[in-house]
């Protein structure tokens, strides 16, 4: 099995930056990929950056340019990197990770971290 547990979050003023961090713990050797996720009230909760353990980075198209997701493969941690936010980026983000439990392929989900960006 594989845990994961975010840090950073917080409000901050439009503009500004942010950075989160995951820590992913258990059989790390069975993921595959890490992301980070969002969700706002009443919305579905929506890929933000994902990176492989290959370091292959899919990005959604509202964060482009200004979101860099990044992983220490030592550390066992993956980072968001959040710039020039805005707004509409105020949500609950998640880690996720993508791993294999014998012949499934699971996932698991942190607690969620609070982004507040004030207008």
């Known amino acids: 099995q594989v845990q994961v547990a975010e840090s950073g979050g917080g409000l901050v003023q439009a503009g500004g930056s942010l950075r989160l961090s995951c820590a992913a713990s258990g059989s790390i050797s069975s993921i595959n990929a890490l992301a980070w996720y969002r969700q706002t009230p009443g919305n579905e909760r929506e890929m933000v950056a994902a990176?492989?353990?290959?370091?292959?980075?899919t990005y959604a198209y509202f964060v482009k340019g200004r979101f860099t997701i990044s992983r220490d493969n030592a550390k066992n941690t993956v980072d968001l990197q959040m710039n020039s936010l805005k707004a509409e980026d105020t949500a609950v983000y998640y880690c996720?990770?993508?791993?294999?439990?014998?012949?499934?392929?699971?996932?698991?989900w942190g607690q969620g971290t609070q982004v507040t960006v004030s207008s």
């Open positions: 996720n990770a993508d791993f294999v439990d014998g012949y499934y392929s699971k996932f698991a």
């Open positions: 990176i492989t353990t290959g370091g292959k980075i």
